[in-house]
């Protein structure tokens, strides 16, 4: 293992010179690893903003139509701490391959779905091959680039990949439904999905499968981790709609969760070969790398959830508009991106995260003053703030998260990782959807109480406009309209100042690490 230094030795750069062979096959592998997972961080929200046309397309009700994301979301959610022990059977080749090419062909069967039931089937197949991929394309950048130096751009490159991809799906969502029908968001996925799956079984041979682990998988740890993870997954989703544990499904759920999390941890820590291992957590820049990714992610799930859905009620912006006002974002992770792998050659990461976790609470404090009015105008600069905040914030975290860590052990870590990002998103909805039900109740009695002919200001608005009719109080019709129109600024408001203060919580997280010093070696190389 490394150890910590008193000071940071970072790799200088080195005249550029044409890229050997292998270099070439090592960057054209990892372009279509990082594209595959793309499409599957896309597919998480790209039918954020067509629910409605697959309503009607399917004839689903409101309660079955929230199942066409949550699917995706449970099935991903476990598969992803699997694929650390599944590429170690399979090797990354198979195991991405085969996880592309299953991505691809449920993606066909989500387009052609003739029924609700059928589509949440379907979609749950997406999500548990697509989870695979976002990890192992993580891993396998460690393989295909063991110099520190030579793997700062394509850190960069799964950076903007993990950052982006969430942003633009509600986008190109509304775009792709706006310009055709809800069947092209899975339809698009046809071509570009066998066309990764081609370039991946040419190009990766980064290790060998190991079949002898068939004989020693876990069967009981894998059964105990599905019902914990899906579960929880489960009750994130669900418990802010149905008021938490005042529901009977949810606190049964809540029970299976715990009774099943138990059981995985002490499967997990007693087994000889156990299904994920907890291991990598010793570390203390995995530990606190983890902790930054979940508050992040937090913050950047909530607020992509949160914003289109104050523009379309409150502004009733269409879809494109929508995705106008987003794209903010996005374009300033692309603009922050280069200059985030320069910083990085030069300074020190611990504090380049806490300057990008900070960018990320400036962005998100100069949005928690929302108006009837509030647009394209007054979001683009806490966006772009937000965006490359993001950015430099997450190439960093990264970075840090397993850079000290043993080769062995980085498919497992990666898993590890990826699954603490998924988590936090689950996190942050559930606390957004929580404080909408909550604070929405208090703003409404507290605004309706303001509603008394008593008060000078009301009497004051009915004369103006026309005086009390017994048949037909207009007056005070359009006033409680104004109401509940100020209620809900009000209640997005008050997620947006969580969504800040958990931003606040994320800028020291990295600092709790120690300097290390960067060499040519591989990550942890003993």
Not at 26 to 41: L, P, R, V
Not at 84 to 102: A, C, E, K
Not at 381 to 389: C, K, N, T, V
């Amino acid at each position: 293992m490394s150890t910590p230094a008193e000071s940071v030795s970072l790799p200088q750069e080195e005249p550029r010179s044409a890229l050997t062979p292998e270099e070439r096959r090592a960057w054209f592998g990892f372009i279509a690893m990082s594209f595959g997972a793309f499409m599957a961080f896309l597919d998480i929200q790209i039918v954020a903003s067509s629910l409605n046309q697959i309503q009607a397309g399917l004839s689903a009700t409101a309660t079955e139509l929230g199942w066409v994301q949550s699917a995706y979301l449970i099935a991903e959610v476990i598969a992803i701490p699997l694929s650390g022990y599944l590429t170690r059977l399979m090797s990354t080749r198979i195991y991405y391959t085969v996880s592309v090419l299953g991505f691809t062909l449920a993606s066909a069967l989500c387009a052609t779905a003739w029924s609700i039931e059928s589509m949440i089937l379907f979609r749950a197949l997406q999500g548990f091959l697509g989870g695979g991929m976002i990890p192992c394309s993580f891993a396998a950048m460690y393989a295909l680039f063991p110099s520190p130096k030579k793997r700062l751009v394509p850190q960069v490159v799964a950076g903007i990949t993990m950052s982006t991809a969430p942003v633009l799906g509600p986008i190109v969502g509304g775009w792709i439904t706006d310009a055709t029908s809800w069947h092209w968001l899975f339809l698009i996925n046809l071509l570009p999905g066998l066309l990764v799956a081609l370039l991946v079984w040419q190009l990766v041979r980064i290790d060998r499968p190991d079949w002898a682990l068939w004989r020693s998988i876990d069967l009981r740890g894998s059964c105990y981790m599905a019902l914990f993870l899906g579960s929880m997954q489960w009750v994130l989703e669900e418990g802010p709609g149905h008021n938490w544990l005042d529901d009977g499904t949810i606190t049964t759920w809540a029970t299976v969760c715990v009774v099943s999390g138990l059981l995985f941890f002490h499967r997990v820590t007693t087994h000889d070969n156990p299904i994920v291992s907890l291991r990598p957590f010793r570390d203390r820049h995995f530990l606190w790398a983890n902790i930054a990714a979940l508050l992040l992610s937090i913050a950047l799930f909530a607020t992509n959830y949160i914003v289109p859905v104050f523009l379309g009620q409150i502004r009733d912006f269409t879809s494109q508009q929508i995705g106008n006002t987003l794209m903010i974002g996005g374009i300033s992770m692309f603009m922050a991106a280069p200059f985030a792998a320069r910083l990085t050659r030069r300074y020190d990461m611990r504090l380049l995260f806490a300057i990008g976790a900070l960018l990320v609470a400036i962005g998100s404090w100069m949005m928690t003053d929302l108006t009837a009015d509030t647009g394209f105008a007054e979001l683009a600069l806490p966006q772009f703030l937000r965006g490359a905040g993001f950015m430099l914030a997450l190439v960093c975290c990264s970075t840090l998260s397993l850079c000290t860590l043993p080769m062995n052990e980085l498919k497992n870590a990666s898993a590890m990782y990826s699954l603490m990002r998924n988590l936090g998103g689950a996190l942050g909805l559930a606390s957004i959807n929580t404080i909408i039900f909550w604070r929405r109740a208090v703003h409404e009695q507290n605004l309706t109480e303001s509603l008394s002919l008593s008060r000078a200001p009301v009497r004051d608005f009915v004369v103006e406009h026309g005086g009390w009719s017994r048949e037909l109080p207009m007056p005070l019709v359009e006033l409680s309209m104004r109401i509940e129109r100020q209620v809900s600024v009000l209640t997005y408001n008050d997620a947006l100042i969580l969504i800040a203060w958990v931003s606040c919580l994320a800028v020291p997280m990295l600092l709790f690490t120690s300097r290390y010093r960067l060499t040519e070696n591989p990550a942890g190389a003993e």
